[in-house]
Antibody
Framework: QLQLQESGPGLVKPSETLSLTCTVS??????????WAWIRQPPGKGLEWLGN???????SYNPSLRSRLSMSVDPAKDQVSLKLSSVTAADTAVYFC?????????????WGQGTLVSVSS | EIVLTQSPGALSLSPGQRAVLSCSAS???????LAWYQQKAGQAPRLLIY???TRATGVPDRFSGSEYGPDFNLTISGLEPEDSAIYYC?????????FGLGTKVEI
């Protein structure tokens, strides 16, 4: 059973860069079964897919955020990282990492508990 | 642009009743990419259904998925108090993993 855990600062100033890490346990980040995704949820709102990355480094980003997003993977540490630049209050959200299973039908099957990031001066 | 629309926005039902939640695409989409998630307050979403029809591991059989052309339904039969949650559908549209706005179910 995969377990995912997000970590990073809970408060980021406007115009700065939000940085989060997702640590995967209970399985290998090098599994060819999964992509590793970031999904966020503003308070009281719905879910927004940010992007996903394969262990090889192959990435897909949401076009609406592509210019500000960067994802990377560290297979040695079983970690995936997210960087979102030039943040504003609109980026305040709970950020989840999730495994995207592409074995047959694709779906997000394991999720981290999420970490709230607030953008404020 | 294909849009996912969930209906109703909210519903309030009693234990034992049946809930039918709808997820409609504005154009024909593949059922292979349609999934349903349950999110309880303060928790991460939980996968319920994938491929429009298949229950995820450990999901009670009172949850079922169906499809009718561009429309997909999640049916919860014999509602239990712990089914109170927001339910989201999800699809892969225009290379973006897209979630509906959700249906809030109150028991």
């Amino acid at each position: 059973q995969l377990q995912l855990q997000e970590s990073g600062p809970g408060l980021v100033k406007p115009s700065e860069t939000l940085s989060l890490t997702c640590t995967v346990s209970g399985g290998s980040i090098k599994s060819t079964r999964y992509y590793w995704a970031w999904i966020r949820q503003p308070p009281g709102k719905g879910l927004e897919w940010l992007g996903n990355i394969f262990y090889s480094g192959l990435v897909s980003y949401n076009p609406s955020l592509r210019s500000r997003l960067s994802m990377s993977v560290d297979p040695a540490k079983d970690q995936v990282s997210l960087k979102l630049s030039s943040v504003t209050a609109a980026d305040t959200a709970v950020y989840f990492c999730a495994s995207l299973d592409f074995t047959n039908y694709p779906f997000f099957d394991s999720w981290g508990q999420g970490t709230l990031v607030s953008v404020s001066s | 642009e294909i849009v996912l629309t969930q209906s109703p926005g909210a519903l309030s039902l009693s234990p034992g009743q049946r809930a039918v939640l709808s997820c409609s695409a504005s154009d024909i989409v593949s059922s292979s990419y349609l999934a349903w998630y349950q999110q309880k307050a303060g928790q991460a979403p939980r996968l319920l259904i994938y491929g429009a029809l298949t229950r995820a591991t450990g999901v009670p059989d009172r949850f079922s998925g169906s499809e009718y052309g561009p429309d997909f339904n999640l049916t919860i039969s014999g509602l239990e108090p712990e089914d109170s949650a927001i339910y989201y559908c999800q699809h892969f549209i225009n290379s973006v993993w897209t979630f509906g706005l959700g249906t809030k179910v109150e028991i």
